[in-house]
């Protein structure tokens, strides 16, 4: 507790959720040691500053540290499979990977109240496509008539989950003390081509835009390594607080696509 004059004072802040990161592959690729030291650096601050005041924490991990694992759907037990380090987007899970080291250390060593949640492609209204983001990013291209950029031969694939969907996951999380401890996964079991993506977010905006294929190499970088399918098993956050999405990538489409017309409205 903070000391003022005889009193001991409880600090105001009930729990700890820590989203703050450097994310998004086309950043990451720019920016691999900003990533780096960002994301580690600041979840170390944050769970000294949980520490200090034994403050129930949330630490937001990701589906990236699958890597590049075969065997969908991932389980949290599985093991993790990341390319070379010379692939700079590897980075970004090797960070994460300490980032839930650390909490689970911080939990073992210090009996912090820590939970970590590996969220899959977490998307919804005021979501940036500047870094990549796949979703926000077609809905404005389309919005504006513009090619739809769709990487590699788009028969990659996804598991979009409304971000209201994980608030409330978070929500529930941080009164569950049999989370405490754990790896959660977080996402929906809805996958879907990134072709087939843009075919939908085309539909939904009733836009002419183009589909245009833009091989990785372009898109990203020399020897870029996508992801191929990344789906959850969900088994885990269900049994705990009985979770599952509730919000269809249909109606996500529609609340972004809404999202991004009032935005261009006002400008
Ligand atoms: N992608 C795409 N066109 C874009 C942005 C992304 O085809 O303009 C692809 C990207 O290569 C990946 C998928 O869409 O296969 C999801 O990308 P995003 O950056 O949204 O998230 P990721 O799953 O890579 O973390």
Redesign the pocket.
Known sequence: GIRTHHHVMRTEAQAIVHLAATV??ERIIQSPAETIENNVKGTEAVLQAALRYGCRTILASTS?VYGKGLKVPFCEDDDVLLGATVRKRWSYAASKMVDEFLGLAYHGEHDLPVTILRFF?TVGPRQTGQY????P?FVGQALRGEPL????D?Q?S?CFCDVDDVVRAVHDLLDCPASIGKVLNVGSREEIT?EELARKVKAVTHSKSPIRLIPYDE?YAPGFE??QR?VPDTTRIQRLIGWRPTIPLARTLVRVRDHLKQEAGRL
């Open positions: 998004g592959v990236e492609n990549g983001m796949v979703i990013r950029t769709v990487y590699g788009g990659q996804r990134i898109a996508d992801m990344r």
